[in-house]
Protein backbone atom coordinates (compact mmCIF):
# COMPACT_ATOMS: atom_id res chain seq x y z
CA UNK A 1 0.00 0.00 0.00
CA UNK A 2 1.44 3.20 -0.87
CA UNK A 3 0.24 6.57 1.27
CA UNK A 4 0.31 10.01 0.13
CA UNK A 5 -0.18 12.79 3.31
CA UNK A 6 -1.43 16.13 2.09
CA UNK A 7 -2.70 19.11 3.89
CA UNK A 8 -0.07 20.81 5.92
CA UNK A 9 0.65 24.08 5.93
CA UNK A 10 1.30 27.41 8.51
CA UNK A 11 -1.57 28.15 10.77
CA UNK A 12 -1.76 30.59 13.82
CA UNK A 13 -2.40 29.35 17.27
CA UNK A 14 -6.32 28.35 17.50
CA UNK A 15 -6.40 27.71 14.02
CA UNK A 16 -7.49 24.47 12.42
CA UNK A 17 -6.24 22.31 9.14
CA UNK A 18 -6.90 18.84 7.82
CA UNK A 19 -4.74 16.45 6.76
CA UNK A 20 -5.51 13.91 4.06
CA UNK A 21 -3.94 10.79 3.62
CA UNK A 22 -4.87 8.67 0.32
CA UNK A 23 -3.99 5.20 -0.02
CA UNK A 24 -3.04 3.32 -3.22
CA UNK A 25 -2.24 -0.13 -4.05
CA UNK A 26 -3.86 -3.37 -2.41
CA UNK A 27 -5.90 -0.98 -0.04
CA UNK A 28 -8.12 -4.27 0.14
CA UNK A 29 -6.12 -5.58 2.77
CA UNK A 30 -5.88 -2.63 4.94
CA UNK A 31 -7.40 -2.38 8.00
CA UNK A 32 -6.19 0.12 10.37
CA UNK A 33 -5.04 3.44 9.71
CA UNK A 34 -3.19 5.87 11.77
CA UNK A 35 -1.58 9.32 12.31
CA UNK A 36 1.40 9.65 13.84
CA UNK A 37 4.08 12.88 14.17
CA UNK A 38 7.52 14.00 14.89
CA UNK A 39 8.45 17.30 16.44
CA UNK A 40 11.87 18.18 16.04
CA UNK A 41 14.25 16.70 18.35
CA UNK A 42 11.45 14.70 19.60
CA UNK A 43 10.69 10.55 18.93
CA UNK A 44 7.51 9.77 17.05
CA UNK A 45 4.51 9.98 18.50
CA UNK A 46 0.95 8.19 17.97
CA UNK A 47 -1.62 10.04 17.15
CA UNK A 48 -4.57 8.66 16.60
CA UNK A 49 -5.83 5.65 14.75
CA UNK A 50 -9.23 3.88 12.74
CA UNK A 51 -10.81 0.97 12.50
CA UNK A 52 -11.43 -0.09 8.40
CA UNK A 53 -14.84 0.46 9.17
CA UNK A 54 -14.92 3.90 11.25
CA UNK A 55 -16.66 2.57 14.32
CA UNK A 56 -13.65 2.44 16.45
CA UNK A 57 -11.13 5.25 17.14
CA UNK A 58 -8.64 5.59 19.37
CA UNK A 59 -6.74 9.28 20.56
CA UNK A 60 -3.80 10.21 22.43
CA UNK A 61 -4.77 12.02 25.58
CA UNK A 62 -2.47 15.37 24.09
CA UNK A 63 -4.90 15.29 21.05
CA UNK A 64 -8.15 14.10 22.58
CA UNK A 65 -11.03 16.30 22.15
CA UNK A 66 -9.27 18.73 19.68
CA UNK A 67 -8.19 16.49 16.27
CA UNK A 68 -10.88 13.89 15.08
CA UNK A 69 -9.88 11.16 13.05
CA UNK A 70 -12.26 10.00 9.74
CA UNK A 71 -11.97 7.26 6.43
CA UNK A 72 -13.78 7.76 3.49
CA UNK A 73 -13.07 3.85 2.11
CA UNK A 74 -14.81 4.52 -1.26
CA UNK A 75 -12.25 7.20 -1.83
CA UNK A 76 -9.38 4.99 0.02
CA UNK A 77 -8.68 8.50 1.92
CA UNK A 78 -8.30 8.84 5.70
CA UNK A 79 -8.61 12.33 7.31
CA UNK A 80 -7.24 14.38 10.69
CA UNK A 81 -9.08 17.16 11.37
CA UNK A 82 -7.23 19.23 13.88
CA UNK A 83 -8.70 21.70 15.74
CA UNK A 84 -7.54 24.51 18.46
CA UNK A 85 -4.09 23.85 17.45
CA UNK A 86 -1.24 24.68 19.74
CA UNK A 87 2.54 25.48 18.95
CA UNK A 88 3.47 22.43 20.53
CA UNK A 89 1.46 20.32 17.49
CA UNK A 90 4.08 22.25 15.29
CA UNK A 91 5.78 18.97 13.68
CA UNK A 92 5.62 16.40 10.46
CA UNK A 93 2.45 14.34 10.59
CA UNK A 94 2.47 10.82 8.94
CA UNK A 95 0.10 8.45 7.69
CA UNK A 96 0.34 4.95 8.39
CA UNK A 97 -1.65 1.50 7.64
CA UNK A 98 -1.83 -1.64 9.06
CA UNK A 99 -2.39 -4.65 7.12
CA UNK A 100 -5.05 -7.60 8.50
CA UNK A 101 -3.89 -9.77 10.76
CA UNK A 102 -0.59 -7.38 11.62
CA UNK A 103 -0.27 -5.27 14.64
CA UNK A 104 2.48 -2.98 13.87
CA UNK A 105 1.97 -0.44 11.23
CA UNK A 106 3.73 -1.98 8.04
CA UNK A 107 2.80 0.88 5.39
CA UNK A 108 4.23 4.37 6.00
CA UNK A 109 3.66 7.61 3.79
CA UNK A 110 5.79 10.34 3.82
CA UNK A 111 5.31 13.11 6.06
CA UNK A 112 3.30 16.58 5.53
CA UNK A 113 4.75 18.94 7.85
CA UNK A 114 2.77 21.41 10.13
CA UNK A 115 3.73 24.74 11.77
CA UNK A 116 1.19 26.47 14.47
CA UNK A 117 2.72 30.31 14.53
CA UNK A 118 1.83 31.04 18.39
Known amino acids: VQLQASGGGLVQAGGSLRLSCAAS????????MGWFRQAPGKEREFIARISWSGDSTVYADSVKGRFAISRDNAKNTVYLQMNSLKSEDTAVYYC????????????WGRGTLVTVSS
Open 96 to 107: AARTYGLTTYDS
Open 25 to 32: GRTSSTNV
